[in-house]
């Protein structure tokens, strides 16, 4: 089993900033990559980011190219999303997920609210 847990959500003005923390616990051997995806209410949980965890290969979806990075600490098995000129558009609560061993595990969230 895998444990996830995200933390640094919060409220941010337009053009603020903030960074996603996701720290990775329990039998992390063989994780292939981990993401964020994030879930806006009433709509679907879409796709943001994913780092490949060995080699750290990245992709982003279209909406936050520019503007967010996703990077990893391979020690700490943490996962990061730093989220630059952000917009009431992204706010959503932000789900990580990881790919180990072909089974995939999320987190419970963090709410990322932008006031206009």
């Known amino acids: 089993q895998v444990q996830l847990v995200e933390s640094g959500g919060g409220l941010v003005q337009t053009g603020g900033s903030l960074r996603l923390s996701c720290a990775a616990s329990?039998?992390?051997?063989?994780?292939?990559?981990m993401a964020w995806f994030r879930q806006a209410p009433g709509k679907e949980r879409t796709f943001v980011a994913r780092?490949?965890?060995?080699?750290?290969?990245?992709l982003y979806a279209d909406s936050v190219k520019g503007r967010f990075t996703i990077s990893r600490d391979y020690a700490k098995n943490t996962v990061y999303l730093q989220m630059n000129t952000l917009k009431p558009e992204d706010t959503a609560v932000y789900y990580c997920?990881?790919?180990?061993?072909?089974?995939?595990?999320w987190g419970k969230g963090t709410l990322v609210t932008v006031s206009s």
């Open positions: 780092i490949l965890w060995i080699g750290g290969s990245t």
């Open positions: 329990g039998r992390t051997s063989g994780t292939y990559f």
């Open positions: 997920n990881a790919q180990v061993v072909g089974v995939g595990y």
